[in-house]
């Protein structure tokens, strides 16, 4: 195992989401995407690159706003490069909306108490949505998958490998997680009732992302992303999920170096757990 401290190469970039069963992961050219069955790892290496604009563009696109609407581009390409992704966000979003119609339709049938909490949430339906998705994430396989996602970079970065053994040493909370965005959704969603605007539902995008690009990495905005992933976001992985994200990671780092291309057909990996 490479020691903390040891000359460094240089580290790529990798990011990462967790789903049900298993993880997929993002670098530079490759995507890998894993799951556990049948005693084995499966994993998936498919090329996937985002275009990187350099020199003048590049600067450009870092402006204020400008910056938001490519943000929010690369992550419908992010989507649409991944199809386990696409899948998993499709059925998020189904699932979203059956809701929000339920509790409409519940507050004109039931009435009484029960009809003015529905009418509540159905008013500000980030709230019912944020406890179905922090119950999903906790008390499923995906908070455990996501742990292990963020120790299988986190592993990476500091040690320039990633095996079971760094990874198990590392924190499961990663200032990087895309959940600690959540906070911004937050508060831009509850003052959605407020404002009867109809192009608010478009520009509350931009402000979320240009919140995060200000405040983002400041100390107040990581501590409380801290508290979300440490216990809302992520669990603890046990050392089947850990495996699979060890092995998805490592795969890809190989096809990222050279010394593997994308297939059609997963790579099979004997699980140790």
């Known amino acids: 195992m490479a020691q ?3 000359q460094e190469k240089e580290r790529l970039l990798f990011g990462g989401m967790a789903r049900w069963g298993g993880v997929d992961f993002f670098g530079p050219s490759y995507a890998s995407s894993a799951q556990r069955k049948d005693g084995k790892i499966y994993v998936w290496i498919d090329p996937f690159s985002v275009w990187q604009p350099e020199g003048t563009l590049g600067r450009v696109l870092k402006l204020p706003i400008i910056r938001s609407v490519f943000f929010w581009f690369r992550i419908v390409l992010q989507l649409v490069g991944s199809i386990w992704t696409l899948v998993f966000f499709v059925a998020i979003m ?3 909306w059956l809701l929000v119609s339920l509790m409409e339709r519940g507050t004109e049938a039931v009435g009484g108490p029960v009809g003015q909490v529905l009418a509540f949430f159905a008013a500000f339906p980030i709230l019912p949505i944020l406890l ?8 499923t396989s995906i908070g455990r998958y996501h742990g292990a996602e963020h120790k299988a970079v ?3 970065e500091r040690y320039g490998e990633v095996t079971l053994e760094n990874a198990k040493g590392v924190s499961r909370l990663h200032p ?3 959940t600690n965005i959540l906070f911004y959704i937050t508060l831009a969603a509850l003052a959605d009732p407020f404002i009867n605007w109809a192009p608010y539902a478009v520009l509350q995008f931009i402000l979320i992302s240009e919140a995060w690009f200000v405040f983002g990495k400041t100390r107040p905005s990581i501590a409380i992303g801290n508290f979300l992933q440490r216990y809302l976001t992520t669990s603890e992985p046990g050392r089947k999920e850990l495996e699979v994200a060890v092995e998805s990671l490592s795969e890809l780092i190989k096809a990222e170096n ?5 297939a059609k057909e997963p790579v099979l990996i004997p699980a140790r757990y």
Do not use: H, I, N, Q
Request: charged residues 20%.
């Open 4 to 6: 903390e401290g040891a």
């Open 94 to 96: 189904g699932v979203l």
């Open 132 to 139: 179905l998705f922090f119950a999903a994430m906790k008390f």
């Open 154 to 156: 986190a592993a990476y």
């Open 176 to 178: 990087r997680c895309g």
């Open 258 to 262: 050279g010394e593997r291309a994308s």
